[in-house]
């Protein structure tokens, strides 16, 4: 008896039996093919409100997407539009390779302007600092603003890039409640700087800046 001779029913038993790894493969690529489509031409793709480092803070993909969570939340951005971009640079100094490929993501990161406040131990801000990597506070946000913080022993001085001169330059994390929450940079010093950014960014900078200082 032939494939032709054998009724509707036979027939798919037929198919299934000889074809169903064959059916599973075309199925999974088709599945696969949707959701890439999906991905790159129907799913929202919200614009960088404000890109903010992480550097020397492991950063679990869980915090990671609750904590932008919960600063698009408090920011009030519509998340099909807008979000605040973490970005974790953390690596296990003793790997000389990994941390190579660390410090040219970082730096890529940098140059392409892919964030705009940069939070390390003091350590690493130091080397930031004398870098030029961060600019006066003064540049984002006002000398009302900075002499709160001073009088609260949260602002560090360093060299400005450009003159040269000894200037406010970063903030010290310990009263954040926010990464309080997140237990982050929680076990030694640590700051945060603003980077040179267009000017578009500016505002939404500061505000987010204000949401991650506040007590």
């Known amino acids: ?18 074809y169903k790894l064959k059916i599973f493969m075309i199925g999974f690529l088709i599945i696969a093919g949707l959701s890439i489509i999906y991905t790159v031409f129907v799913k929202p793709h919200p614009d960088n409100y404000c890109g903010v480092a992480m550097y020397g803070q492991f950063l679990s993909m869980e915090d990671d997407d609750a904590i932008t969570a919960e600063l698009d939340t408090r920011l009030g951005l519509d998340p099909n ?39 390390a131990d003091s350590e690493y801000t130091d080397k930031f600092i004398k870098a030029g990597y961060y600019v006066p506070l003064e540049k984002y946000i006002g000398a009302e603003a900075i002499n709160q ?5 949260l602002v560090l001085n360093g060299s400005d890039p450009e003159t040269g001169e000894n200037v406010p330059i970063a903030v010290k994390l310990s009263n954040s409640a926010l990464l309080k929450k997140y237990n982050l940079y929680q076990d030694r010093d640590s700051y945060v700087g603003f980077v040179i950014m267009p000017e578009e960014y500016k505002e939404s900078t500061v505000k987010t800046f204000n949401i991650i200082m506040a007590e």
Not at 2 to 17: S, V
Not at 81 to 102: G, H, Q
Not at 104 to 109: G, I, L, P, S, V
Not at 149 to 153: E, M, T
């Open 1 to 18: 008896m032939t494939f032709k001779d054998l009724n509707f029913k036979a027939k798919l038993e037929h198919i299934w039996i000889y």
């Open 81 to 119: 539009k807008y979000t605040v971009e973490v970005e974790c640079f953390y690596s296990d100094e003793t790997d000389v390779m990994i941390e190579a490929e660390l410090n040219q993501k970082f730096n890529t990161y940098l140059y392409a302007s892919q964030f705009n406040m940069i939070m």
């Open 149 to 153: 913080l001073a009088q609260k022993g």
